[in-house]
C-alpha cells in the first residue's frame, strides 16, 4: 500500500479528540483542542482506522466523513465541475484510494484535516483566505493561493466574508450553498457557532444573507448537516439583528 510519496517515516498525527492533523514530530498537546498527545494515532495508522465514505447530495455535489466519527472534524464536499473536480474543506482522514481532486477549497482554517497529504498525492490546488493562512495553526500546511477577496474557480463562487473566522469564505456551485459551521441546527433552531467572534459573526451573518437571499439555491451544506435552502434561510434571517 506504501507510495514512495507517503513513507511511513514521514511524520504526521491526527488529533483523535477534533481531527486536527499534527505535521511533524508529535506536540504534547493538541494546538487546536488541548487534547493530550494519548490521543493522538500516526497518520497511516488513521488511514486504516478511518474510512472516508462518500454519500451523494445530488448529482454533482456528494459529502465525505470519515467512518467511524472522527472526533470533531467537519463534513467535506466533493464537487464534479466541467472543468475538474473539487473538494471543499478537506477530511481529518487520509485515504489514498480515493478519487482525485484538482483543487480543495477551504471556507476555514478550522478543520484543515488531511489536506497536506492529499495535496501531495494528486498535486492539488489548496486554496484559503490569507488571513486564515497566517494563522498559527494553519503554518505547517502548504497553501497554494492565498486569496484575499471573493473569486470563481470551476465554475464556483467564492464569497469571503469573515466573521467566525477572518478568512472565513462561504461558497456557491449552481444551486448549492457550502457555509460549513457557520451556523450551527440545534433542537431549539439555528445558533450562531460560538466557537468565534461573536459580534463579527453576527455583523457578517447580514453579508451573507443579501448574498443568498436573492439567488435561486436549493441545497446547503454545513459542517454536521444537509438543509434545504428554503427551511434554512428563515433560520438566518431570524438571527439577525433588527427581525
Ligand atoms: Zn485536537
Ligand atoms: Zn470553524
Not at 490521543?39 to 474510512?51: G, I, L, S, V
Not at 493561493?145 to 463562487?157: E, K, L, N, P, T
Not at 451556523?183 to 444573507?209: E, K
Request: aromatic share 14%; hydrophobic share 40%; with cysteine.
Amino acid at each position: 500500500m506504501n507510495t514512495p510519496e507517503f513513507p511511513n517515516h514521514m511524520q504526521q498525527w491526527v488529533c483523535l479528540q477534533c481531527g486536527y492533523n499534527m505535521i511533524g514530530e508529535m506536540p504534547d498537546i493538541c494546538p487546536f483542542c488541548g487534547a493530550r498527545h494519548d490521543r493522538f494515532m500516526a497518520w497511516d495508522e488513521a488511514e486504516k482506522t478511518y474510512q472516508v465514505t462518500s454519500r451523494p447530495v445530488n448529482a454533482a455535489v456528494s459529502q465525505l466523513l470519515s467512518v467511524p466519527r472522527l472526533g470533531l472534524e467537519h463534513a467535506a464536499y466533493r464537487v464534479e465541475t466541467e472543468s475538474g473536480a473539487v473538494w471543499i474543506d478537506s477530511p481529518s482522514a487520509f485515504n489514498r484510494t480515493l478519487p482525485a481532486v484538482d483543487a480543495i477549497l477551504f471556507t476555514h482554517h478550522h478543520f484543515l484535516g488531511a489536506s497536506n497529504q492529499y495535496r501531495k498525492l494528486w498535486n492539488a490546488q489548496i486554496w484559503l483566505h490569507e488571513q486564515d493562512a497566517g494563522h498559527r495553526l494553519a503554518t505547517a500546511f502548504d497553501i497554494d493561493h492565498r486569496f484575499r477577496d471573493d473569486f470563481s474557480a470551476y465554475g464556483i463562487q467564492a464569497y469571503h466574508v469573515g466573521g467566525h473566522t477572518p478568512g472565513f469564505t462561504f461558497y456557491i456551485y449552481q444551486d448549492v450553498l457550502f457555509i460549513c459551521d457557520y451556523v450551527f441546527l440545534t433542537d431549539s433552531g439555528m445558533q450562531f457557532n460560538p466557537y468565534g467572534p461573536g459580534a463579527a459573526t453576527l455583523q457578517q451573518a447580514q453579508r451573507i444573507f443579501d448574498i443568498v437571499s436573492d439567488q435561486a439555491l436549493k441545497t446547503v451544506c454545513g459542517y454536521n448537516y444537509l438543509a434545504d435552502f428554503a427551511d434554512w434561510l428563515p433560520g438566518l434571517k431570524a438571527l439577525l439583528p433588527g427581525r
